[in-house]
């Protein structure tokens, strides 16, 4: 059974930073694009970033560039958010994905979600 545990979500203040991992077992994600997504009370989930299987490719919406780093250690199965410069706006719960299949793309389907992590950022 394929599963995405995230971890490292928190209460912090405007400016401060969080470190969110997700933890994958069940299946290797060798060559599988990983992502992370949010989702804010009454709205829809959003795409935050992805990382491409060897990490040489990320890609970032444009409120978090800059701010945002997505990286891998595909030894321990893990996918990291680095969260700097947090900004009320940033609230959500945040999600790790995965696609169901290994792609080259970065802008797979996404099939497998974790259970989320609540981010809350007061100003």
């Known amino acids: 059974q394929v599963q995405l545990v995230e971890s490292g979500g928190g209460l912090v203040q405007a400016g401060g930073s969080l470190r969110l991992s997700c933890v994958t077992s069940?299946?290797?994600?060798?060559?599988?694009?990983m992502g992370w997504f949010r989702q804010a009370p009454g709205k829809e989930r959003e795409f935050v970033a992805a990382?491409?299987?060897?990490?040489?490719?990320?890609n970032y919406a444009d409120s978090v560039k800059g701010r945002f780093a997505i990286s891998r250690d595909n030894a321990k199965n893990t996918v990291a958010l680095q969260m700097n410069n947090l900004k009320p706006e940033d609230t959500a719960v945040y999600y790790c994905?995965?696609?169901?299949?290994?792609?080259?793309?970065?802008?797979?389907?996404?099939?497998?979600w974790g259970q989320g992590t609540q981010v809350t950022v007061s100003s």
């Open positions: 994905a995965a696609p169901p299949s290994p792609s080259g793309s970065m802008w797979p389907q996404w099939a497998y």
């Open positions: 069940g299946r290797t994600f060798s060559g599988y694009t």
């Open positions: 990382i491409s299987w060897s990490g040489g490719r990320k």
